[in-house]
Structures are given as structure tokens and as C-alpha cells.
């Protein structure tokens, strides 16, 4: 399984941008969204299910992001709207097999794209 994480960017407070996780290899699975800004723990954001109809977001997000897949494109989404400085950091997706809720689930890792908010 490999993952290709792409999107992210500088941008204004207040501003949007749309990370996008494409996969190959086994595609089924559950995918994540995580960051790590400096000097901070890794924070888990979204998920999906691999049907798409269950979604999860950490309360710091929620109203302002979304998560989405398209499986016939083998991709998932994450659209940032509305974004803080405290949004910045290097955003991660995973997938994993299991309970899409559980961070723990997630064991295939992309490689991550920075995300800049300034104030």
C-alpha cells in the first residue's frame, strides 16, 4: 500500500485548502487524517470508513473541515475551511483496517504536505 499526500500549502486566516490522499494497492480501508505541528504530539483529525457513509472529526475541526473519498479515484479528501494559524502543521493520511474511530488502526503511512496558516 502506498499513499501520496498532496495539497498543502501557505495560506492566509480564514482561507481553505483541500488536501487530497491518493492510494494504490489495497484500497478498502479506513483513512485518516493526522498532523503534527512543532514541538507538538501528532493529533488525530478525520477519518472515514472505506464505504464513506461514517465519518469522524476531533472537536478542534469540526464545522470547519471535511472528509470525503472517492474510491473509484482511489483518493480521499480533507477540505480546511476557515482555517487558524493554530492549523498549521505537517498533515499526514493513513489507512487502516478496523474501526475507523481508532487511531490505532492506522499502520500505512503517506509521506506528509505542510500546511501553512499565517495570522
Known amino acids: 500500500v502506498q499513499l501520496q499526500a498532496s495539497g498543502g500549502g501557505l495560506v492566509q486566516a480564514g482561507g481553505s485548502l483541500r488536501l487530497s490522499c491518493a492510494a494504490s494497492g489495497r484500497t478498502f480501508d479506513a483513512v485518516g487524517w493526522f498532523r503534527q505541528a512543532p514541538g507538538r504530539e501528532r493529533a488525530f483529525v478525520a477519518a472515514?470508513?472505506?464505504?464513506?457513509?461514517?465519518?469522524y472529526y476531533a472537536d478542534s475541526v469540526k464545522g470547519r473541515f471535511t472528509i470525503s473519498r472517492d474510491n473509484a479515484k482511489n483518493t480521499v479528501y480533507l477540505q480546511m475551511n476557515s482555517l487558524k494559524p493554530d492549523d498549521t502543521a505537517v498533515y499526514y493520511c493513513?489507512?487502516?483496517?478496523?474501526?475507523?474511530?481508532?487511531?490505532?488502526?492506522?499502520?500505512?503511512w503517506g509521506q506528509g504536505t505542510l500546511v501553512t496558516v499565517s495570522s
Open positions: 493513513a489507512r487502516g483496517v478496523g474501526n475507523y474511530n481508532q487511531e490505532q488502526i492506522y499502520t500505512y
Open positions: 472515514i470508513s472505506s464505504g464513506g457513509n461514517l465519518k
